[in-house]
């Protein structure tokens, strides 16, 4: 087949502008959301003492409210970015890194570096944390390549196993040495500690989000498959390398500053996948919205609801991640 | 420049799978290969498209030896379609068929790569359901999204495991025409395995027979097309009428 002539692409580039403009549209969205949760918490932080310089205010929206909301932001993020890369990698939409062992994996590294080195630093955690978690992933994908036949109720639970059994080995560890209360900070995600100087860290999981923004086509052309993926010149080892590396380190990146967030990663995906597909260009984009916005919302919602206390922002994710999934389940068997 | 196979064998878990096979596919035309059942045509064609190692043997295609060759180089030289094409992700038809640009762009398509897409979801009849998600699609629809995809690959090569299956017969017929004329107009080289011993008849240039994980016979439509051949390949006595010049085997009865 040899190009007759270009022809014009205006439908393509239509609708890709119509794209770019709900992409800014959805961001604006998100950015007014994350500065209104700036002046939402037990203290009053109100604009017009923050415009007139007062400085009790101008602390604690510097020290706690934007270090908190940029936390969320970053988090809700890479860990829906993580979710759509995993999904992709696994070829199966009901895995995230939290029902695969990767979260669990980075639990137990943190664990072993708080009982081995106490000392040590959180950049040495993290460090530990991410090797554990490319192992735990990395076990998880050989699982996967051995199993019989792809049955896409068979991968999410051999996942939930192998976060199970981690997870057993963790817990086990963590009551011998009296370090179950410390666990606990990790495995329920909590933004109410985030303080400036302590949150810093999660700036590298935007690096790791532009990385999987950058490789978008080749890990939509990987979750086509080993075959597709050849077929088209490219080497799909290598690729699910990246990928499980972007995946992991994201994973204990958050694990170590805010703790696991659950579900996330999960809902965000499927919910972005139903309305625009996953040709990646396009979903982690939007995923990462949608992440942000979520954890944001839960944010808020765990900073009020039983106010002046604060419920942490896993538990509220897990109430309303779970009720949206079954929403969708629901929906597509509906279709 | 043809596709050269030589001494090529394969076995899994000690079972083999093809043992020695060695052919020329000539340059341009339609080539199927037919056989029974676990005759390997489909492990052959996966071998020589370099989806799976091979076992020992070397294969070259238009000269580019097919272990050694850069993997994006070969991409733009012969394209792969299998037979069982699964996607678990949710791709328009035209986001699909554009990927099929992916060796010659690199995921940066230029207007010309744009218009070779819209050339083939024309081709294959799928504009109306362009900007439909694949999972969307009928069997028949999803196939030929497949197919439009590999055609937008724009290879001198072009390599379908059952290029038919879930097509009707109308779209079966379009299917094989299609092909007669990328072969006919633009000088590809199409190699198809066919299960339909009469689309093989009617439409290619040679046949291969396979069959215990050999090659038994090559040869013209018209030299493999007679009954002793044919009972040799499948070990049933298969009827051959001639019919408006083509030779067409009966085995229904």
């Known amino acids: 087949m040899t190009i007759t002539a270009a022809r014009p692409q205006a439908p393509a580039t239509r609708s890709q502008a119509r794209h770019y403009a709900g992409l800014a549209a959805a961001a604006v969205a998100v950015l007014a959301l994350a500065a209104g949760s700036m002046f939402v918490g037990v203290s009053d932080?109100?604009?017009?003492?923050?415009?007139?310089?007062?400085?009790?205010?101008?602390?604690?929206?510097?020290?706690?409210?934007?270090?908190?909301?940029?936390?969320?932001?970053?988090?809700?993020?890479?860990?829906?970015?993580?979710?759509?890369?995993?999904?992709?990698?696994?070829?199966?939409?009901f895995v995230e890194p939290s029902t695969v062992g990767t979260v669990e994996s980075a639990t137990l590294g943190i664990l072993v570096v708080t009982v081995l080195a106490p000392g040590a630093p959180i950049l040495a955690k993290m460090l530990v944390a991410s090797a554990f978690a490319l192992l735990g992933t990395a076990l998880f994908l050989a699982i996967l390549r051995r199993l019989p036949a792809r049955n896409t109720?068979?991968?999410?639970?051999?996942?939930?196993?192998?976060?199970?059994?981690?997870?057993?080995?963790?817990?086990?560890?963590?009551?011998?040495?009296?370090?179950?209360?410390?666990l606990s900070n990790w495995m329920i995600g909590d933004f109410s500690g985030v303080l400036r100087g302590r949150y810093e860290l999660l700036w590298i999981v935007a690096a790791l989000m532009l990385v999987g923004l950058l490789a978008a086509d080749r890990f939509t052309v990987a979750g086509m498959g080993q075959d597709f993926t050849t077929n088209l010149g490219l080497n799909y080892a290598r690729t699910m390398r990246l990928g499980l590396l972007i995946v992991s380190l994201i994973s204990a990146v958050v694990v170590t500053t805010v703790g696991a967030v659950p579900f996330l990663g999960l809902v965000v995906p499927n919910i972005v996948s139903l309305i625009f597909g996953d040709n990646l260009r396009r979903a982690v984009p939007w995923t990462a919205l949608f992440g942000a916005a979520f954890v944001l919302i839960c944010d808020i919602i765990g900073r009020t609801i039983r106010y002046p206390y604060e419920v942490p922002v896993g538990m509220v994710m897990s109430v309303l991640g779970a009720i949206l999934f079954l929403v969708l389940i629901l929906r597509k068997r509906n279709a | 420049m043809t596709i050269a196979v030589r001494n090529v064998s394969k076995s899994y878990g000690g079972q083999t799978v093809l043992d020695d096979v060695s052919c020329e596919i000539p340059q341009g035309g339609i080539t199927s290969i037919i056989g029974p059942n676990g005759a390997g045509k489909s492990t052959l064609l996966s071998l020589i498209s370099r989806l799976q190692p091979l076992g020992s043997g070397a294969v070259s295609v238009g000269g580019l030896d097919i272990a050694s060759t850069d993997s994006r180089r070969l991409a733009r030289t012969m394209a792969i379609l299998r037979q069982e094409n699964h996607l678990t992700m949710r791709l328009t038809v035209r986001d699909l068929v554009a990927f099929g640009r992916f060796p010659h762009s690199g995921g940066r398509p230029t207007v010309e790569d744009l218009a070779t897409v819209e050339e083939a979801i024309a081709h294959l009849d799928l504009a109306p359901m362009a900007d439909k998600f694949v999972d969307e699609l009928s069997g028949g629809q999803r196939q030929r999204a497949f197919i439009a995809m590999v055609l937008a690959q724009d290879t001198q090569y072009l390599l379908l495991d059952e290029p038919l299956n879930n097509l009707d017969m109308k779209h079966s017929v379009e299917m094989m025409r299609l092909l007669r004329r990328l072969a006919d107009d633009f000088g590809k080289t199409i190699v198809i395995v066919v299960h339909d011993i009469n689309f093989a008849s009617c439409y290619s240039d040679t046949i291969l027979a396979m069959k215990d994980g050999r090659l038994i016979h090559q040869g013209s439509p018209r030299q493999i097309m007679q009954q002793a051949m044919l009972r040799d390949v499948y070990d049933i006595d298969i009827r051959i009428e001639e019919i408006d010049g083509n030779r067409i085997g009966v085995y229904f009865t």
């Not at chain 1, 932080?45 to 205010?57: E, I, K, Q």
């Not at chain 1, 991968?155 to 059994?165: A, C, E, F, Q, Y």
Request: no cysteine; hydrophobic share 60%; net charge positive.
């Open chain 1, 153 to 182: 109720l068979l991968i999410p639970l051999v996942g939930i196993m192998l976060g199970g059994i981690i997870a057993a080995v963790t817990t086990f560890f963590a009551y011998r040495y009296d370090l179950l209360q410390t």
């Open chain 1, 45 to 93: 932080v109100s604009l017009p003492a923050l415009l007139a310089g007062d400085a009790g205010t101008v602390d604690i929206f510097w020290i706690s409210r934007v270090p908190r909301t940029l936390a969320v932001l970053l988090a809700g993020m890479a860990v829906a970015v993580a979710g759509l890369i995993m999904q992709l990698m696994a070829r199966n939409r």
